[in-house]
Each structure stands twice: as C-alpha cells, then as structure tokens.
C-alpha cells in the first residue's frame, strides 16, 4: 500500500513539472515576440542597439499619462506596430496602431539630440501636457527609455495637415469663409501660447505643415515648444530647416533667440499661403508655385497692388458666381499677413492685435 502511495506522488509530481516547465516555455516564447515587436522601435531610438524585452524597458523606463492618455499603457505605446510617415534630423514620426482601432502619433526623439539634463526635460513635458485648447494638438503621453530615448504621444489626425489642404486644389482652400476659419483658429491657439500662461510659449517651428486638420477644416496646432527638448545643436538644426523651407524669421539667427514677433512672422506667411495658394520661397524657388515673400513685401507696400497677392478664385461662390465677400475684406487680410511679415520685429503686430484685426474683418453677425 504504501509502495502505491509513493508511485502516485511521483507521478503526481512529474504531472506537475512538466506542467511548470511548459508554462516557463510559453513565457519564453511570449517575451521573445515581444522582443522582436519593439526591436525597430529601440533601432530607431538608438543606433547601440541591444535586445531587450518590453518587459525590462517598462521597469527602466518612465511613462508619463497627461489628459486624453489615461487609459494608455506603455505596452501599449511600445507592441503598435508602427508606419513611418516622417523624419528629420533630430527624430521620426510614427503612425502606431493600436487595438481596437485606435491609431495614434509618435514622435520619437533621438537621444544624441535631446538635452542631457533630466529635471529641465520632466519640467518642459510637464508644461507641455498641461496645456489644452480647442485649437492646440494636446501631448497625450510621454516615454523616457533607459537609453536617453524619448517618445512624444499624440492624437493622430486622419485629414492631414494644412500644407497638403493648400495644395490638394480641391476647390475648398479658395472659399473665403474656409480661409478665414482656419486663419482664426490658427490665431487662437497660438493666442493661448503667448498670453494665457504665466510665461509665454514660442513656438519655434509655426508652419503649414505642423498645422493639422479635424473636422470641417478645424485647425489644430502641433509641435510647440518642441525645440525646448532639444539641445542646442538639434534646436539649431530645426532652424535651418525652417529656413530653407521659407519660414525664418529675417533677424534670427539661432533658435535659442526666437521670440513672440519671431512666431508672428510665421504666422503671417501662413496666412499668405492660405489666401495666396502658394508654397513660401525655399531653395529651390519656383516663381508659379512658390511665394517669394520678400519680392511681394516690397510690390505690395511700393505698388499698393494688394489684389494681386490672392487668389481670385477667393471671391466667388460654390458655383463660381459673385461672393458676398468684397476685395476690400480680401485686401485687409492680406495686409494684416503682410504686417505679421515685416522685416523689422517692432513693427509686427502682437497676437492680441491680430485677433482685434481678424474680428473686425470677419463675418458680421
């Protein structure tokens, strides 16, 4: 009797081992997929690249939820599989899609471009997550890696961004009452950065581009205040590439000097590529496509020739007849772009007149 009692323990403890050691293999098996799911993302934030499971990087690294991120895990953020849909110098833009779904922007910073100083980094996205306006793109989360990576959490939004809107020539970016739409809500966010806070917001890197869309061309301003992560050389970097692209302020010369006027000129040559249809002057100026803003500075202060700045497509309706908008209404816009754009930084007016501006040439009610 006893003989049998001792077989039925041994046997009852071989069921239970082999049991445990397949559960081991199923764990194992678990964390080498994950490894590999996160292998391009790591690749990406760090050329030193060395294997590591999402587990390790979740106890190493920190995630910081903001308003509209709550349910967000860093799971979450680091198992989407992601689709590049931009790069620059300094960090690459993602397309994660997440369960259910879901689809969200990350951007990842590269950690030879972000400052090395941990506490100054925690206070920027602190700031930056706590900002909120209808027309500003709100920071959802916040990833700092154990290797100085960083990953920036953001809605996604599926209608593109202004730049395409301007040039897609759908009919839509010549309606009078679309461009004034989009030109207030730009006004208005950019407003809350320089007057709604103890200190103000610049910008940095106000352009079309970074001008995205939601429903019935509701404008949303993104990447404010980016250039505050990064460090000197990345921020410098940032700067030239909005210089090429027609953006540059003409007295800045480095990006630690940019300034509330030095936004306010970037506004104004948004507001002429919404009225104009143009692209600013880059390097490789196209004189049928691109908005060389110096040349239509001094025509339209020298000539007064304010109409020929805009498109005249601008002043008809949706069957191509007459609008109720008349061309002095057109020509105080474009003067307002043209005073945002001034060579000399005291001559620009500040956000709080621009708004004045835009509501005495607006729609009465």
């Known amino acids: 009797m006893e003989k049998r009692h001792i077989i039925i323990s041994i046997a009852t403890l071989s069921s239970s081992s082999f049991v445990l050691l397949f559960f081991l293999f199923l764990i194992c098996v678990c964390r080498s997929q994950r490894s590999k799911t996160n292998k391009s993302w790591d690749q990406e934030a760090n050329p030193e690249f060395k294997e590591s499971g999402v587990e390790d990087l979740e106890v190493k690294g920190d995630f910081i939820k903001f308003e509209g991120g709550e349910d967000l895990t860093c799971f979450d953020i680091l198992d989407a599989p992601g689709e590049v849909i931009g790069k ?31 506490q100054e980094i925690m206070r920027v996205v602190q700031l930056l ?8 793109v709100p920071l959802c989360g916040f ?9 920036l959490v953001h809605h996604f939004y599926r209608r593109g961004n202004l730049a395409q809107f301007i040039r897609d020539e759908n009919g839509d970016s010549h309606k009078w009452e679309i461009i004034y739409r989009i030109s207030t809500g730009i006004v208005r966010g950019l407003a809350y950065l320089h007057t709604s806070l103890q200190k103000p917001i610049i ?11 939601g429903r019935n061309y509701h404008p949303f301003v993104s990447d404010f205040g980016l250039h505050l992560l990064l460090n000197s050389a990345a921020a410098q970097d940032m700067l030239e590439d909005t210089a090429v692209e027609g953006y540059k302020a003409p007295e ?31 390097g490789k100026a196209n004189p049928d496509q691109d908005l060389h803003l110096p040349t239509a500075v001094r025509n339209a202060m020298l000539d007064h020739r304010m109409s ?23 020509i105080k816009f474009v ?26 040439i607006g729609p009465k009610s």
């Open 252 to 282: 800045l010369t480095k990006m630690k000097d940019s300034s509330t006027e030095t936004d306010i000129y970037n506004l104004g040559v948004i507001l002429l590529e919404l009225i104009t249809g143009k692209e600013p002057i880059n």
């Open 203 to 213: 910008h940095g890197n106000l352009k079309s581009k970074n001008i995205l869309s």
């Open 335 to 360: 003067q307002l772009a043209l005073a945002c754009c001034s060579p000399s930084p005291s001559l620009r007016p500040d956000i709080k007149q621009i708004c004045k501006k835009l509501e005495e």
């Open 88 to 118: 620059s110098s300094y960090g690459t833009l993602y397309r994660a899609n997440l369960l259910g779904d879901s689809v969200l922007l990350l951007r990842f910073l590269r950690p030879a471009c972000t400052t090395g100083k941990v």
């Open 143 to 151: 990833y700092s890696g154990p290797r100085g990576e960083k990953l």
């Open 129 to 136: 997550g706590s900002i909120k306006h209808p027309n500003l």
């Open 308 to 330: 020929d700045l805009y498109h005249p497509d601008v002043l008809e309706d949706d069957n191509g007849g007459p609008s109720r908008v008349n061309e002095d209404i057109v």
